[in-house]
């Protein structure tokens, strides 16, 4: 009787572990594609984990303090190439500031869809997944995940961009303003 049922235990559990392997071959196109997905995700964190928006206020920060002195204290006309080294100058914090608003959407929307990507597969695997819908929920994942990554590399670009331009201008900048601070003050005058 003992070895009856143990056959019969072990016909039982082949049937369990063969139904159950079943079932996840049956999203495997969908399995990899998410997968693949989860992969551009995570790289796309570790860009975004390197975006430093500490610097970026910073430089903001910065930028703004620069020109309201110049504003302030320069009563004459620029010259053209200062002028157009202000313009560019200031042209800086509006790539700057869409890097901190992206971040902050990105901040909330990168952990959500990485949850969901995993969520989805887990379901997949374990077939709990309306079949009609499998599809829909896949695209839409696809569609999440692309474009927090495309948010992650526009921020990317820009700060990597705006960053250099901002480290290029800033001595130029600084040296205007000590040019601007000299012609103010009477005692750097009699200098």
């Known amino acids: 009787m003992k070895?009856?049922?143990?056959k019969w235990y072990s016909y039982i559990l082949g049937i369990v572990l063969f139904s159950a392997c079943g079932h996840s071959d049956k999203y495997k196109v969908e399995i990899k594609q998410l997968d693949s997905i989860k992969v551009m995700v995570d790289s796309a964190q570790l860009k975004f984990a390197a975006i430093d928006t500490s610097k970026i206020h910073k430089y903001i920060s910065e930028i703004n303090n620069n020109?309201?002195?110049?504003?302030?204290?320069?009563?004459?006309?620029?010259?053209?190439?200062?002028?157009?080294?202000l313009s560019?100058?200031?042209?800086?914090?509006?790539?700057?500031?869409?890097?901190?608003?992206?971040?902050?959407?990105?901040?909330?929307e990168l952990p959500k869809s990485k949850k969901q990507i995993e969520n989805l597969i887990h379901d997949l695997k374990t077939d709990k997944v309306d079949e009609a819908k499998v599809a829909a929920y896949v695209q839409d994942e696809m569609i999440v995940a692309g474009s927090v990554v495309h948010a992650i590399d526009i921020m990317e670009n820009l700060?990597?961009?705006?960053?250099?331009?901002?480290?290029?201008?800033?001595?130029?900048?600084?040296?205007?303003?000590?040019?601007?601070?000299?012609?103010?003050?009477?005692?750097?005058?009699?200098k």
């Not at 070895?3 to 143990?6: A, E, F, G, M, Q």
């Not at 200031?90 to 992206?102: E, L």
């Not at 250099?164 to 005058?189: C, G, H, Q, R």
């Open 67 to 85: 020109l309201d002195f110049i504003n302030d204290t320069n009563k004459d006309t620029l010259k053209t190439e200062q002028a157009f080294l």
């Open 159 to 190: 700060d990597k961009l705006y960053s250099e331009k901002y480290e290029a201008n800033t001595p130029k900048v600084l040296e205007l303003i000590e040019s601007l601070k000299a012609k103010s003050d009477p005692k750097e005058l009699k």
């Open 88 to 108: 560019e100058y200031r042209s800086s914090r509006k790539p700057f500031r869409v890097v901190i608003a992206k971040y902050a959407t990105v901040i909330d």
């Open 3 to 6: 070895k009856l049922n143990c």
